[in-house]
């Protein structure tokens, strides 16, 4: 692995024009373990400047309002130009964390091994699960979060039996991982099929995880797990993980909590294959991505004060977006419906889910809602207006997106899998 000088990349959206686009050959991209699709035509824009670009791992510090300047606080998503700075090459990247108090990223690789990325370095192998990892397709090594207090990471993957492991590792102050510390939290079992394995890691402040998993593979969830509450798959859980064993603990406050008919670690339900979610680290607001079957990919929004997707029904396999797609399965009353979706209109999608800006670096980009398509490779910005309906617009093009990141400053990051390339995303 070698870490890449400084280049950023030029994304333009269509709608501002500045940049002339070309297709490129057609070629079927390599699928990232969150997506279903196979292959798709992709537009990119090809304008590529060298430029002298701010350090990965030197962001400003965190601030709760972008930076005074000349430039405007927010821009519609339609005038949003942004930029591409490389930060590292890391073999087929699935997720980023940044340690709470540390400058360095963590990415995982795909096929099991952990990497920190620090300034002026080159990416270092920090853990190595490769032995342990099963990897191919959409199964491998595909979460990473860490604790409040930055002492111990969450892994989740995925194992020979296609069940999901989340397990915990020590970090010491110096940001290495002992790998000698394994602690097991939760083994997720995932019979039937090989996809929709989901695999976000999310820690709140409180410390307790969140964990995205898929229906369980196949299409059009055969065996009707998403809706299924006795079920843990299409599913966000929340645990407590144990501080110092194994194993882990209910919230009280979940919303299923000693409810016998129901699994009681399920937060949010009816999902297919949530390819990455966030809480907006401003206001708490869960964000979501949501992998379509066939025809409409879809974002979910809950806001803090409507429970941040506590109890929420998504409504997947009795819907895919806001269309019905299984009638056997009775209408639910209390289904959420995406804030935004977008139909495949012929061609392979996926979409990957991301992050709310909450950075300093691009005041015009603040409060904006950044997510991608791993196949066809368009990032858009969202903002939802004071009646929650969506405005969004393409602002630029990532080759096989397959995950967002955000650092400590609320800089993000984008991920390329077939590149093997680690992101920073800038003003232009």
């Not at 949010?268 to 379509?292: A, H, M």
């Amino acid at each position: 692995m070698r870490l890449r000088r400084p280049v950023a990349v030029i994304l333009c959206a269509a709608v501002v024009g500045a940049c002339s686009s070309a297709s490129n050959n057609g070629a079927v991209q390599p699928t990232a373990p969150g997506t279903t699709a196979t292959s798709a035509t992709t537009t990119s824009t090809g304008a590529v400047s060298t430029t002298t670009a701010p350090s990965a791992t030197t962001a400003a510090p965190t601030s709760a309002a972008p930076a005074t300047t000349a430039v405007p606080a927010t821009l519609a998503p339609a005038d949003i130009r942004l930029g591409l700075v490389e930060v590292a090459s890391v073999e087929q990247p699935t997720a980023l964390a940044a340690r709470p108090g540390d400058d360095t990223l963590f990415v995982t690789s795909q096929p099991g091994t952990v990497y920190a990325i620090r300034t002026g370095e080159e990416p270092a192998p920090v853990l190595d699960l490769t032995s342990s990892v099963e990897s191919g397709g959409e199964q491998g090594l595909l979460g990473i979060a860490f604790s409040p207090d930055g002492n111990t990471v969450y892994l989740n993957y995925t194992l020979d039996d296609r069940s999901a492991q989340v397990d915990a590792y020590a970090v010491d102050d110096d940001g290495n991982i002992d790998a000698e510390s394994r602690r097991s939290i939760i083994n997720i079992p995932h019979p039937g099929e090989d996809n929709h394995n989901g695999g976000h890691l999310v820690v709140d402040a409180s410390g307790l995880l969140y964990i995205a998993t898929g229906d369980g593979g196949g299409s059009g969830d055969p065996d009707r797990n998403a809706l299924d509450l006795l079920s843990p798959l299409g599913k966000i859980l929340r645990i407590a993980p144990s501080a110092t064993g194994e194993g882990y603990d209910l919230p009280p406050n979940n919303p299923f909590f000693a409810m016998s008919s129901k699994r009681n670690e399920i937060w949010s339900y009816g999902l297919r294959n949530p390819w990455k979610f966030s809480f907006d680290r401003l206001t708490g607001d869960l964000w979501l991505g949501d992998v379509g079957q066939n025809k409409i990919e879809e974002i979910n929004f809950v806001s803090a004060a409507d429970g941040a997707g506590a109890d929420a029904n998504f409504g997947w396999s009795a819907f895919e977006g806001t269309k019905r797609y299984h009638d056997d399965i009775p209408k639910p009353e209390n289904h959420v419906e995406p804030v935004h979706e977008y139909s495949h209109q012929g061609k392979s999608a996926s979409v990957t889910g991301g992050y709310v800006y909450r950075g300093s670096a691009i005041p015009g980009l603040y409060g904006a809602y950044l997510f991608g398509d791993s196949v066809l490779g368009t990032v858009w910005a969202l903002r939802l207006d004071d009646d929650r309906d969506a405005k969004v617009a393409e602002v630029g093009f990532v080759e096989a997106i397959s995950a967002f990141g955000e650092d400590n400053a609320g800089e993000i990051y984008a991920m390329s899998y077939s590149r093997g390339m680690v992101y920073r995303i800038v003003g232009a």
